[in-house]
Each structure stands twice: as C-alpha cells, then as structure tokens.
C-alpha cells in the first residue's frame, strides 16, 4: 500500500509543477511495443478498423481459454500483454488524433482505453500472484521485498509496466492513478536488472520516459534519459523509430528545445520502417507518431 506521505509527495509534485511539468504524466504513453507480423503492418495502414476487430477477436480466444484455465499462467500474462497492445495502438491513438481538436472525443477514447489497461493489469497482477506468492506485496511496497524473478518474467514484467502506464496516462492524470507511477520503475527496473538487452533496447526506450518523472530519481534526468536513448538505438542498430520518438516528446518539449525536437523526428522518419521485420508494426505505428508530432509542433512550442 502507497502511503500517505507518497500521496502527498506526488500530489504536490503535480500541483506545483509548471505546465510542462504536468504534461511529462502523459508522455508515459510512449512505452510503445514490439510485435512482429507484417500482414498486421497492411491491414492497418489500408483497413484499421478491421485490423482492431482482429485484436479483439484473438483477444476474446484467450479469454475464452482463461475461463477454461483460469491458473494458466501464460495464458494470463498473453492476454495482459496483447490487451495492453491494444489499448495504446488503437484507443490511444485516437485519443491522440483527437485532444486538440475535440476534447469531448478524445476523453471517450481515453476512457476506452483504460477499461482495457486496468483489464490488462488485472491479468498480469493475477498472473504474478499465481507464480510468486506475495507478488502484490512486492510491487506495492516499491521492491523492499525479494522475489526469485528469472528472464522469463522480464516480458510479463514489461507489459505490465506498460499497461500501468496506460493507464495513467487514459487517466487524464487522475490522482488515483498518479500515485501508483512508483510502480512503473519497480516493474522496469527490476525487467532491466534481468536482462537490459531484451528485445533490441525495448526496456531502454521505455526508460527514457520513466527516467523523467520518477519520484525516487537522483542526478541529472536529462543526462540519463539520452544514455538509455543511445542505447536502445545502439541495441536495434539504428533500426528502432521508438528511442527517437519518446526522447522528442518527453526530452525535447519539456526543455522547449525546437530544434532537437525536429532532428530527432526527421531521422525516426528518414529510417525505413520495412528494415527490421521485428520492428515493422511498431515502427509503422511510431512513423505515424512522429509524423503527427511535427504536424502539430506549434502546440507544444511556445
């Protein structure tokens, strides 16, 4: 359980904050993710309604598993990652589309998505409890605890922390929400401690986020976020739009540093999406981001 002094802790670090401060919640967004099959790649760009039935659908299989082998571990950690996925490819992004032209539209998708994030997070908690006992106790009490984690749990892990940070992102910064953001680093730092190579740097790009608005955080940010930024581009070979992407949005506005801003979204764009077929989707996906981004970079430079 978070105390009281925490709460209190994050409630005046966002009532004190300045704007650009407060917008470093949302950027928690950008813990995008790795999935590889280029026939998604098509139907998305060509037919993205049909491609969001086709999640929901192999989604719904799992579930109908689950019901049937409700201790399923892997059953259960599947469901909370592709339900994760789901949310920031899909409801997210339309959210996106839609917060600077019309609010109301954008809330609603932002709602959407966390019914699925806290779905997502119930599958994983669930998940965890099964293999570790005391797993709540673990994550709540921000790793005081020890458990006999192996790499195998470093993607259950990730996708966790991932839906976690949906969801307080779709929050809209809800105070019930932004309190547990401890709980993002006590999931990726213990995922990087396993294995920081895994997935070409994945971990490292989600890092770059976190690194900003971690509580507990001691030294320079800025300095530590370009250190997990050069190695996520070091471990996909330059292949990987995603560090690009998540050090503009959540480095780069946040200095009001226009110019880095734009080199680092024209070189996520110059890199051919099609380069790597284990980033294709996400890469797809982060081409998008960016190019939306610098669309409209006039509401995020002053």
Known sequence: MISAMLFRSMMNFIIRSSYFQRKKTFFLLNLLFFL???????????APDLTEE?????????????RNSPDNIDLLLKASKYITMRGFAFQIEKANQYKFTDLDKASSYYKEAL???????????????????KFDNWLTSESIMTLPFTKEDVEGLY??????????????ASPEW????????VLFDKALALDPNWQMGSLYSAMISYTMIRHDFEGNREDTARMYFEKAVE?????????????????SILNQNKREFTNLLYKALNIDINSDKELRL??????KRAQWLLDNIDEYFY
């Open 36 to 46: 590889s099959c280029s026939p998604s790649v098509i139907a998305l760009k060509h």
């Open 54 to 66: 086709g999640f929901g659908f192999y989604i719904s299989r799992i579930e109908k598993k689950i």
């Open 115 to 133: 019914v699925l994030f806290e779905k997502a997070i119930d599958y994983g908690i669930t998940a965890f409890n099964k293999k570790y006992e």
């Open 159 to 172: 996708w966790l922390g991932a839906a976690f940070g949906g969801a307080i992102s779709s929050s809209e």
């Open 178 to 185: 932004v309190i547990k953001i401890p709980r993002i680093g």
């Open 235 to 251: 471990l996909s070979k330059g292949n990987d739009l995603s560090p690009y992407v998540t050090y503009a949005e959540n480095v």
């Open 282 to 287: 996400t890469n797809y996906i982060n081409h």
